[in-house]
């Protein structure tokens, strides 16, 4: 089920990724309303749904609609039958590493994602220097792209001076209460 041999991903393993079912929508346009990345979505996400609920997995992995969503919520908290289109675009994002279809800006838009996600459960707080060494490290061992490793370089001093850099993180005092609201958002996963 790749894209190199033609068959579009299943609709089942979208909703297991996401955790909804897409028949559920009815096309009330409820999410494509108050979605305030939607002027600039090449598809909707009212469209991007119904393609997906007509079969069309493989042009819905190739919208630069998935990679404009901010994850607000707004869409999910807006229908009225709980289709929870949000995560249909986690899913899509996560299925367009997968099978390769994501541009290289793109892939780095997730590993910034995994880095800054990762530094919170570490911490419960973010830790800036961490997270620009642990995003800067795996864009260049996917990448070997010494440029974008220093590229922002110069910034450091002048983020310093106004105090925006912390070179020092900083923890909260109870991770464990960082761990159980991870563990609830990966639905049990251990932290």
Not at 152 to 163: C, T, V, Y
Request: aromatic share 4%.
């Amino acid at each position: 089920m790749d894209t190199t041999s033609g068959r579009e991903p299943a609709i089942p393993e979208l909703e297991r990724l996401s955790g909804t079912r897409l028949a559920e929508c009815y096309q009330c346009g409820k999410c494509t309303a108050g979605c305030p990345t939607a002027g600039q979505m090449d598809v909707p996400p009212t469209r991007l749904i119904r393609m997906l609920q007509l079969g069309a997995s493989e042009p819905a992995l190739r919208a630069n609609s998935i990679w404009q969503c901010v994850s607000c919520q707004t869409c999910t908290t807006r229908c009225p039958k709980r289709v929870d289109c949000a995560a249909v675009m986690d899913a899509l994002r996560q299925l367009a590493c997968e099978r390769g279809t994501a541009s290289p800006a793109e892939r780095r838009t997730i590993l910034f994602q995994q880095a800054f996600l990762d530094n919170i459960r570490r911490h419960g707080r973010l830790n800036e220097i961490e997270l620009i060494a642990a995003f800067k490290g795996a864009v260049f061992l996917r990448d070997r792209s010494l440029p974008f490793l220093f590229r922002d370089a110069g910034l450091a001093p002048q983020l310093q001076k106004r105090h925006k850099l912390h070179l020092v993180g900083e923890h909260v005092q109870d991770r464990g209460v960082v761990a159980r609201i991870f563990a609830r958002a990966t639905k049990g996963d251990a932290p």
